[in-house]
């Protein structure tokens, strides 16, 4: 009976692999030059990269353009490396290729930062034109972040003003779909830089510019859980800078983040703490207007039966909560998910360091860092702030280099699948996945590749899915020497 119950398990999860079909494979190998970036073109459904163009010198740096099957249309030589000048974003803006490049100029003491724009063919638009010129910083680069608005049509850069004392200012330049400098601008939170911190900053489809921030009356330094978010709203045309409070009462908000929709609305979510800051007990939810409005608060205590998966009884009855739990605050994957209906889907994942101490070939002590990262949990919010349900996807990774670990998420048709580097037993090494369906059931985990060997590398942070049903993975092949980029569809 065991036997058949495994056999009936085994055909479930072959189907389910099936259904991730394989649709395009970049395969570069030990002799081939690996780009520093890549980028999807969605107009034609194909890969530009950035990087050496050969894999014995640095010099000469160029893109390389792919079709939708991955084979490589031409090359475009773009810069020479002097030893003072460093890659800062390549990225797909409508129908255009932008490059942004900084030169560190020593007499000077300043870096210079350049953008060029190409079309799909590779003809020049623009080329090196000065974007900035701030002094020299720390490893001869200028601090510039870059994002996309909803729709890619729009590319915000901008740069978080350092010690101001009166008010935090961050220097902004918006670009349009054709490449073109909209409008350079500069923002004021009238807090002073040293009470005030950037948590994330966003571009909607029209250019105005949403950011949230934390506030710290004793100051940024201080140890304490007194702080509170803001939420800020700037209209580019009228260089209005619109306040949004938000209050929760004596709740200690451990995790925040937001996104918009296409109508400015702001949906934020996140995660609150009756002890302190390093804690999680309950959700919160937050739907503002694009005029300001307050349209939904809500927060909601975690149910002790979803607690007893990661506390006993009496940790319950105590009044402990959740550690070590929080959400991803990358441009591209904030941990929040939009639902169709208003509600929201929250992602959080369970990571903590140990160290470890071992005597080296000499006789020397050293310590090690390890990075665990463990449990993701998923809980699907409806639009007026209640938890509907939630769902856990198990899986235990440990490394010394945290960039190999954690997850990608991509949302299909049948709902979240949560992708992830895994040893299972029985199996061997993989990326394996979990489909948590629309009511929060979870399926079995099922390897995605089939050929992946021990010693691959995935790297979830280099993943992206471009389309409803489609998502590029990564992964590096014989301890680096090989690139391997994969467009598969999902369901």
């Not at 797909?92 to 930062?113: C, L, Q, W």
């Not at 918006?174 to 909209?182: I, K, N």
Request: aromatic fraction near 14%; hydrophobic fraction near 35%; charged fraction near 25%.
């Amino acid at each position: 009976m065991r036997y058949i119950n495994w056999l009936i398990m085994v055909i479930l999860c072959t189907g389910q692999l099936l259904a991730q079909q394989e649709i395009a494979r970049l395969e570069l190998g030990s002799r081939d030059p690996k780009p520093e970036f890549y980028e999807y073109c969605p107009t034609d459904k194909g890969l530009v990269t950035l990087g050496p163009l050969t894999n014995v010198s640095t010099r000469e740096y160029g893109l390389i353009k792919y079709d939708q099957n991955l084979k490589r249309q031409w090359l475009k030589r773009v810069f020479e490396q002097n030893g003072r000048k460093h890659l800062d974003l390549l990225t797909v803006v409508g129908d255009n290729i932008m490059v942004f490049i900084s030169e560190f100029f020593p007499k000077e003491k300043v870096v210079k930062t350049y953008y060029s724009v190409y079309d799909l063919n590779g003809n020049p638009i623009t080329e090196a034109q000065i974007l900035t010129v701030y002094p020299n910083q720390v490893e001869q680069k200028v601090d510039l972040s870059y994002i996309l608005s909803p729709n890619k049509k729009k590319l915000l850069c901008f740069k978080d003003l350092k010690l101001r004392k009166e008010a935090d200012q961050v220097k902004y330049y918006l670009f349009d779909e054709s490449g073109e400098r909209e409008e350079d601008g500069e923002i004021s939170f009238k807090y002073p830089d040293d009470k005030f911190s950037l948590v994330d900053l966003r571009v909607s489809n029209d250019g105005n510019i949403f950011a949230l921030g934390q506030y710290f009356p004793a100051g940024k330094n201080t140890v304490s859980d007194n702080y509170r978010y803001l939420m800020f709203r700037y209209d580019r045309k009228t260089s209005d800078l619109q306040e949004l409070k938000i209050d929760f009462g004596s709740k200690i908000i451990t995790d925040l983040a937001f996104r918009l929709d296409k109508d400015e609305n702001v949906y934020l979510a996140g995660f609150y703490s009756n002890l302190n800051s390093s804690r999680i007990i309950g959700t919160l939810y937050l739907k503002i207007s694009n005029v300001g409005a307050i349209l939904t608060e809500a927060s909601q205590e975690f149910s002790d039966e979803f607690k007893a998966n990661f506390l006993s009884k009496g940790q319950i009855e105590r009044g402990k909560e959740l550690a070590n739990f929080s959400m991803h605050h990358d441009p591209n994957d904030n941990g929040i998910v939009l639902r169709s209906d208003g509600g929201v889907l929250l992602m959080a994942e369970r990571y903590y360091q140990t160290y470890q101490t071992y005597r080296d070939i000499y006789g020397y002590w050293a310590q090690q860092t390890l990075h665990h990262f463990e449990e993701v949990i998923l809980t699907s919010i409806d639009p007026t702030g209640k938890i509907e349900w939630h769902a856990i996807v198990d899986k235990n990774q440990v490394d010394l280099n945290p960039q190999r670990c954690s997850y990608f998420h991509a949302i299909g048709e049948k709902g979240a699948y949560i992708f992830y580097d895994y040893t299972a037993r029985k199996q061997g090494s993989n990326v394996y996945y979990n489909l948590v369906e629309m009511d929060g059931k979870t399926s079995l985990r099922i390897p995605l590749f089939k050929e992946y060997r021990f010693g691959n590398e995935f790297y979830p942070q280099f993943c992206h899915q471009v389309s409803n049903n489609e998502a590029l993975f990564v992964y590096y092949t014989r301890s680096g020497r090989g690139l391997n980029i994969v467009r598969m569809k999902i369901d």
